[in-house]
């Protein structure tokens, strides 16, 4: 295993199109190992191929509650319900994060490493983290759908009463990907 370096927002990669997953092979594993070691370096939930330069339609994250790590290969939200707002992060944009609404449950179909299929159902952070990693592969930052732009975390901490919620805002930013 190896750690890979995190492409920063700025990158053009970020913003192209992942291709189809066709080799569920040695490679494919490797690559899958280096993302799950590069997420848990950075102290991400999750992490999207294209974050570490490769255009394939893969991401992984590591559940909270159950406390699962899974790669998602060829993933697609099959299912969406209800609403949540709330602070969102990215390791491609260190140090920043925006008010996002996303589903509060859904429904993911993705394939394994050996191409099986597989279905789960998350709600509150981890369904915001799968929506966040599936628009990674669309080439869609969360920078596009954050109301109100874009704030430093560093700036809102210094800011007296306000301090106490950016801290909140930060372990939930720095939790999702
Ligand atoms: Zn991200």
């Keep these: 295993m190896a750690l890979r370096k995190v492409l920063l927002e700025g990158d053009s990669t ?10 569920f092979d040695q490679r494919t594993q490797e690559l899958i190992d280096d993302m799950f070691e590069t997420m848990r370096a950075e102290d991400g939930l999750g992490l999207a191929a294209p974050q570490v330069g ?15 790590a899974t790669a998602f290969i060829n ?5 969406e319900k209800g609403e949540q707002t709330g602070a969102e ?3 491609s944009l260190p140090g ?16 394994d490493i050996k191409g099986d299929e597989f ?3 998350y709600s509150g952070l981890e369904a915001r983290c799968v929506c966040h990693e599936i628009d990674h592969l669309y080439g869609i930052l ?14 809102e901490a ?3 009463p306000a301090g106490e919620t950016a801290v909140e805002k930060r372990v939930s930013a720095k939790a999702v990907d």
């Design 158 to 160: 210094d800011e007296g």
């Design 142 to 155: 969360y920078r596009d759908k954050a109301k109100g732009g874009l704030h430093s975390l560093d700036e």
């Design 89 to 91: 992060g990215c390791l």
């Design 54 to 68: 490769v255009l394939k339609r893969i991401f992984v994250m590591e559940a909270v509650e159950e406390n699962e």
């Design 119 to 121: 279905e789960r159902t």
């Design 96 to 111: 920043l994060y925006g008010v996002v609404s996303r589903p509060e449950e859904i429904r993911v179909r993705a394939q």
């Design 14 to 23: 970020l913003r192209k199109k992942s291709r189809e997953v066709s080799d």
């Design 75 to 79: 993933p697609v939200l099959i299912d």
